[in-house]
């Protein structure tokens, strides 16, 4: 079994390409800074940087939404390869292949809110019809006694 699952912030924003062709598909890689669980005494935090790499719609999500700092989790597999460099060097490669990724915090969550700002909005005051049924958390109040026009219980 080939399964891999990280959770980590990106160390820049993706890199994403499209193949040539008359089929062409999105490309995205990105590294993931995943902290190590353990620590040495007297060693300060450290992280592995992982290599990952995106196909289809996964790299158009990963183009679209992540930008670095986010703090994603995400599964995939592990894929090894081989190139020859210009000095005409063997060069070896492992990266993981994104399968599933998604978010791992909020926007407004972290220090540097995972590369994202909240949105900036003015309160307007409510209105007199909203301030009956209006809630401090977005949510409408249910007026008492209309238990039986609800269509669950």
């Known amino acids: 079994m080939n399964k891999v699952i990280l959770m980590g ?3 820049r924003d993706p890199d994403v390409r499209y193949s040539a062709g008359e089929n062409s598909t999105a490309v995205a890689r990105y590294t993931l800074a995943v902290d190590r669980r353990f620590r ?4 300060s935090a450290t992280a592995d940087f992982i290599g990952c790499v995106a196909f289809g719609r ?17 599964t995939g597999r592990i894929q090894t390869g081989s190139y ?9 490669t492992t ?6 990724q998604e978010f791992a915090e909020s926007k407004n969550a972290g220090g540097n809110n995972g590369g994202y700002s ?3 909005h003015s309160n307007p005051a409510p209105s ?6 209006g809630s401090a958390d977005g949510f ?8 039986e026009e609800l269509p669950f219980n």
Do not use: W
């Open 40 to 43: 040495r005494d007297g060693d």
């Open 95 to 100: 990266d993981v292949v994104v399968e599933e």
């Open 58 to 74: 996964q790299a158009e999500f990963a183009e679209k939404y992540l930008r670095q700092g986010t703090k994603i989790a995400i």
């Open 140 to 147: 409408m109040n249910i007026p008492d006694g209309i238990d």
């Open 128 to 133: 007199a019809n909203t301030s009956d049924l």
């Open 9 to 11: 912030r990106l160390t």
């Open 84 to 92: 020859t460099n210009r000095e005409g060097q063997k060069v070896y």
């Open 118 to 120: 909240a949105p900036q």
